[in-house]
DNA sequence: AAATATATTGAACACTGTTCAATTTACAAA
DNA sequence: TTTGTAAATTGAACAGTGTTCAATATATTT
């Protein structure tokens, strides 16, 4: 009897197609433009039909997160796991990281600005379960440093990965909510690599 | 004839009125839910009034922006400007930035993190100069710390200054997000705090 | 073919930001 | 003191929002 299975196939199937609907609006015109009947007119459907599948907007946007946070942090570290040296895998995950930020600035904003509430246990736990893993990588890389000699023994791996996080999130996030204009830098961009290389150069010297 | 003055205090007064409760919902409620018409219940007027004294609510947004940011960074630069120690001063400068950043979620949002669309140049002029005002004193703070010998005098203080406010802007807003759950840290803050002081200590080893 | 279960609808509710003609209020001139 | 004028203020109306839910259509089982 796959009769069963098809009507799940199917259910997912429209569920899919407002996670992708909500994605591309979201995308285009950003979270506060982004209407249940914006989405339900896109596919086709009416606006009730949002709420067969998700509680309300805010778990919309929820699962909109964990979509976003799988397929692109992940291909993030992927795309760098074949460096040998860890040092220098370390220092481009971070201009990855910062390239990433500010190509997708929505997408930025979904997985690391934006709150949503989230009461179950259940949906927290999952909320974080992917960023945990990224951490988990991170603080990987650092201790891989430690062995090849790069950093000392004695660091922690913990306090360093959140001071690099903090460092790249700070320039996404300052950069895309345009901070920096603060500064009378010619090219934006450019200024903000070029502090991220200087504070590379600074990691690796107060660590050895 | 003192009556046009009168009259523009009595519209300022209740531009201030506006102001005033604006803030106290946005504080207390948030932004999404700071509406109009909860303002101008709050004082008692119409809601039209409110368009009479701004464009729209994101010009309302501004204001509140330009508020926060006069009152409190530019206290926070004063409330450390008598330590004698530039090296000193800069550490004290980041701390009391993160506490205040993580003791007022909401105001720092304001200052920091929301979008607010600003069209007309003098609109932006104004909206930045509280902001490069405190950019100034920070870096002004770094080349104290050349000129004392704490740090080498080949670096350059605009990629410094970015870097040491990417960090605490990062530190802060990762908390104030709760993207720091994570971490499985006992105590956040302490974790954060102690992040910031290896932070200091990479500074202080690199740029010296 | 009838009964059942599920998917889907679309109208309705209570809200939102914004506009604007109508009104009240306050002052100046006659 | 009355009239004229300019400004402040109103509140209804418009178009939009998230959300709910009884009604309906569709598909499967008996």
Redesign the pocket.
């Known amino acids: ?1 796959g ?2 299975e ?2 799940e196939r ?2 997912d199937a ?1 569920k899919d197609l407002i996670l992708n609907a909500a994605r591309e609006i979201f995308l285009a015109e950003g979270y506060e ?6 989405i ?1 007119s896109k596919i ?9 599948h998700f ?4 778990d919309l946007l929820l699962a909109l997160h964990d979509k976003a946070f799988e397929c692109k942090i992940e291909a993030l570290f992927m795309s760098v796991q074949n460096m040998p040296d860890p040092l220098e895998r370390l220092q481009a995950t971070g201009r990855g990281y910062i390239q990433y930020g500010i190509d997708n600035p929505q997408d930025y904003e979904l997985m690391f600005i934006l709150s949503c509430t989230m009461e179950a246990l259940a949906v927290k736990e999952e909320f974080w379960q992917d960023g945990a893993a990224a951490i988990n990588m991170l603080k990987e890389n650092i201790r891989e440093c430690m062995e090849a000699g790069y950093f000392r023994k004695d660091i922690n791996p913990d306090e360093i990965s959140l001071i690099l996080w903090s460092q790249v999130h700070g320039l996404v996030s300052l950069h895309n909510k345009e901070r920096l204009n603060i500064y009378a830098a010619e090219d934006q961009k450019a200024f903000m690599f070029r502090a991220y290389e200087v504070f590379l150069d600074m990691i690796k010297k107060s660590l050895a």
């Not at 509680?55 to 805010?58: H, P, V």
């Open positions: 009897m009769i069963n098809r009507k199917e259910r429209v433009n982004t209407s249940i009947r914006k339900a086709e459907y009416s606006p009730g039909i949002i709420y067969n509680k309300d907007k805010n």
